[in-house]
């Protein structure tokens, strides 16, 4: 049994496949009656339950209204989405869609081009904010994500592949803690959604019924043993709260200045399995005040094992700033101690 392994949906490289459309013979039957001796009932053939068009409707209804903020990111090596925050102009992206440019050609879901700069942003949540001035963008309307049930509608809106203004749709399918980026990074929360999300849905919108964005596409599960193709129904987004958050303070000060997440003040490696390798410690930071060495091997955080960077990474990622915590060493000499270690908090960018 194969573990799912993660991919990041932004910044590729422009690929549009042919697509080809076939109908399979005896699949689709259209105005035909195969009873004999009978006659299709007038008022069944053609006709959609009231229920199921008033939820069209409706679906209709938000994409028409969220698109105008749901923008296309491109600059020299690929392109990804984003979504107008404010009416300032500034849009909210993934990191990785904008990460090494600092200039981007914003185009809008009526083809419009804008220029854009980099604002900032915050790795650590994957998140950024570029700008684009005089353009008199949409601003999207945001949701309170902690209010979000599993089965709830999402409709995923954004350019993947570079088909602009792309529409699918699905559920909320789960909420999951310390989802981890192939580089390494560690999202503290994430909405799962069976929304189908492609390359270059990466910081477009996923919204709910009534047109407000519930989280910004992230990751898409790949399965290795479809070759690492994508597993069909497994995406993560990051939550509208932390969207908020983090965006908030970019677009207000080019930086994060409060970024709620537990800090060692270390540099690590990798031991094989062994622990967490102290490559160095930042003076004055909390692992210094605890008395941890460069040269330490970080075996366990709060009583949990911290085998690899990454675990120790999701780890983290699950404590709050402030929290005093048991660290579990392996010094240079073999002989294990135990530091009671208080969390900072990460600092912005």
Same mark, same amino acid.
């Given at each position: 049994?194969?573990?799912?392994?993660?991919?990041?949906?932004?910044?590729?490289?422009?690929?549009?496949?042919?697509?080809?459309?076939?109908?399979?013979?005896?699949?689709?039957?259209?105005?035909?009656?195969?009873?004999?001796?009978?006659?299709?009932?007038?008022?069944?053939?053609?006709?959609?339950?009231?229920?199921?068009? !008033?939820?069209?409707?409706? #679906?209709?209804?938000?994409?028409?209204?969220?698109?105008?903020?749901?923008?296309?990111?491109? /600059?020299?090596?690929?392109?990804?989405?984003?979504?107008?925050?404010?009416?300032?102009? /500034?849009?909210?992206?993934?990191?990785?869609?904008? %990460?090494? @440019?600092?200039?981007?050609?914003? !185009?809008?879901?009526?083809?419009?081009?804008?220029?854009?700069?980099?604002?900032?942003?915050?790795?650590?949540?994957?998140?950024?904010?570029?700008?684009?001035?005089?353009?008199?963008?949409?601003? $999207?309307?945001?949701?309170?994500?902690?209010?979000? *049930?599993?089965?709830?509608?999402?409709?995923?809106?954004?350019?993947?592949?570079?088909?602009?203004?792309?529409?699918?749709?699905?559920?909320?399918?789960?909420?999951? *803690?310390?989802? *981890?980026?192939?580089?390494?990074?560690?999202?503290?929360?994430?909405?799962?959604?069976?929304?189908?999300?492609?390359?270059?849905?990466?910081?477009?919108?996923?919204?709910?019924?009534?047109?407000?964005?519930?989280? #910004?596409?992230?990751?898409?599960?790949?399965?290795?043993?479809?070759?690492?193709? @994508?597993?069909?129904?497994?995406?993560? $987004?990051?939550?509208?709260?932390?969207?908020? /958050?983090?965006?908030?303070?970019?677009?207000?000060?080019?930086?994060?200045? /409060?970024?709620?997440?537990?800090?060692?003040?270390? &540099?690590?490696?990798?031991?094989?399995?062994?622990?967490?390798?102290?490559?160095?410690?930042?003076?004055?930071?909390? @692992?210094?005040?605890?008395?941890?060495?460069?040269?330490?091997? #970080?075996?366990?955080?709060?009583?949990?094992?911290?085998?690899?960077?990454?675990?120790?990474?999701?780890?983290?990622?699950?404590?709050?700033?402030?929290?005093?915590?048991?660290?579990?060493?392996?010094?240079?000499?073999?002989?294990? &101690? !135990?530091?009671?270690?208080?969390?900072?908090?990460?600092?912005? %960018?």
């Amino acid at each position: 049994m194969s573990t799912p392994l993660l991919a990041s949906l932004g910044r590729r490289k422009r690929f549009l496949a042919p697509l080809v459309g076939a109908i399979v013979a005896g699949g689709v039957v259209a105005g035909v009656s195969l009873a004999t001796g009978s006659t299709p009932s007038e008022t069944t053939v053609g006709a959609a339950p009231a229920a199921g068009l !008033t939820l069209q409707g409706a #679906i209709v209804d938000v994409v028409q209204s969220v698109s105008p903020s749901v923008v296309q990111i491109e /600059d020299q090596t690929g392109l990804g989405s984003g979504i107008v925050f404010d009416a300032a102009g /500034d849009i909210v992206t993934n990191n990785h869609v904008v %990460s090494g @440019a600092t200039s981007f050609t914003v !185009t809008t879901s009526n083809g419009k081009r804008h220029p854009a700069r980099l604002v900032g942003s915050f790795p650590p949540d994957d998140l950024a904010v570029i700008k684009v001035s005089g353009a008199g963008l949409k601003p $999207a309307t945001f949701a309170d994500s902690s209010k979000l *049930q599993a089965g709830d509608l999402a409709i995923a809106i954004g350019n993947p592949l570079g088909l602009r203004s792309s529409v699918t749709d699905g559920i909320v399918s789960a909420f999951r *803690q310390a989802v *981890q980026e192939p580089n390494n990074v560690t999202l503290p929360s994430m909405i799962q959604t069976s929304a189908a999300i492609n390359p270059g849905n990466s910081g477009g919108a996923l919204v709910d019924i009534e047109g407000r964005v519930i989280g #910004i596409p992230t990751l898409a599960a790949t399965d290795p043993e479809l070759g690492g193709s @994508a597993a069909p129904g497994i995406g993560f $987004a990051i939550p509208s709260n932390l969207v908020k /958050d983090i965006a908030g303070q970019i677009a207000a000060n080019g930086k994060v200045l /409060d970024s709620h997440r537990a800090y060692l003040g270390i &540099r690590v490696g990798e031991t094989n399995g062994g622990g967490a390798y102290v490559g160095s410690v930042t003076a004055g930071g909390p @692992a210094a005040h605890g008395g941890m060495h460069v040269g330490d091997v #970080i075996v366990s955080v709060d009583g949990k094992p911290t085998p690899t960077t990454g675990v120790l990474s999701a780890v983290l990622a699950e404590l709050k700033p402030g929290r005093q915590v048991p660290v579990v060493v392996k010094p240079q000499n073999g002989a294990k &101690r !135990t530091l009671q270690v208080t969390l900072g908090t990460y600092p912005g %960018s």
